[in-house]
């Protein structure tokens, strides 16, 4: 990092937070889980240490809301529900459970933004997890929402989430995984994000289902533009299996790879989409005690 870059994402944190020094101490060297946050109009507010960087970088994304944003929000440390304003609704979404966050809040924060316009279009939501994306896209005007979620600790958190929004008639959530059509045992006590889809022994049975099931069962006869978002920690090659045709109904697509993206846009490429793409990156994730590598593809047809 330069030190034009450090300069940077320290004004990121004095911008929004009136004790900010103190907030990077507790969160850098000290590893503090949970943070008094002191906003500049004068808020204070009791946070995890995960969300304040997400936050700071909400508010930096929509500077003109500012005062709105940091007024609105709200943290239930016994739920473990944070509640915000995004695209000028409230947003509650249940982050946490016994301190531990379970989700991204990368939706919110224009990863993405690639699949725009969402407004009276079909989103396919691979990898759901706890909601947080489905719910992004349903409140920024999806006419529908097919989401997919094989893992039960976070499809009950998907379901509750969807609940607490009022959008169960806007996103309808699957526990099932993506791959060729059929079925999986898989491990049901999988509590973390960044979680491989494998079969276990004995495990949860749960449907597999590929593209081509989710457009013929579940918006078949929907009206608008069909968007793909992937992020499902490497089932994303079961693409390459998928038939041209059913390929061909998906307008945007933004997928997250895991072990390069080569195949997948040559096949997309083939079939006449434009495909972009971000150089892999590797980074550690807490949750799993691993290293990921990823990036993003980004095609349009």
Not at 43 to 60: D, G, R
Not at 178 to 199: M, N, Q, R, W
Not at 265 to 282: D, R, Y
């Amino acid at each position: 990092m330069t030190i034009n870059d450090t300069i940077k994402a320290l004004n990121s944190y004095r911008h929004p937070y009136k004790n900010w020094l103190q907030i990077l101490l507790l969160r850098k060297l000290f590893n503090r889980k949970i943070i008094i946050v002191k906003f500049r109009n004068g808020k204070s507010i009791l946070l995890p240490s995960e969300l304040v960087y997400s936050l700071k970088c909400l508010i930096a994304m929509n500077l003109n809301s500012m005062e709105a944003i940091i007024n609105s929000l709200e943290f239930d440390g016994n739920s473990g529900i944070l509640r915000f304003l995004f695209k000028g609704k409230i947003v509650s979404l249940k982050f946490f459970d016994n301190t531990v966050m379970n989700g991204e809040f990368a939706s919110f924060l224009g990863d993405y933004d690639f699949l725009e316009p969402i407004k009276n279009n079909i989103v396919v939501d691979i990898g759901a997890n706890i909601g947080d994306s489905s719910i992004s896209f349903a409140i920024e005007g999806a006419k529908k929402v097919v989401a997919l979620e094989p893992y039960p600790y976070s499809y009950k958190w998907a379901v509750e989430n969807i609940k607490l929004n009022n959008l169960e008639n806007k996103i309808e959530i699957i526990n099932a995984g993506y791959g060729e059509h059929g079925i999986i045992h898989i491990d049901d006590k999988v509590s973390t994000i960044g979680t491989v889809l494998e079969a276990t022994e004995g495990g949860k049975k749960i449907n597999l289902l590929s593209l081509n099931d989710i457009v013929l069962n579940y918006i078949r006869y929907l009206d608008g533009e069909i968007l793909l978002k992937m992020d499902c920690e490497g089932c994303e090659y079961n693409i390459l299996k998928e038939p041209d045709d059913v390929l061909k109904k998906f307008n945007r697509i933004v997928i997250e790879y895991h072990n390069g993206y080569e195949n997948i846009k040559t096949k997309l490429e083939s079939i006449g989409f434009a495909v972009e793409f971000t150089k892999p990156h590797i980074w550690y994730n807490k949750n799993t005690n691993m290293n990921l590598i990823q990036g993003y593809i980004y095609a349009r047809r």
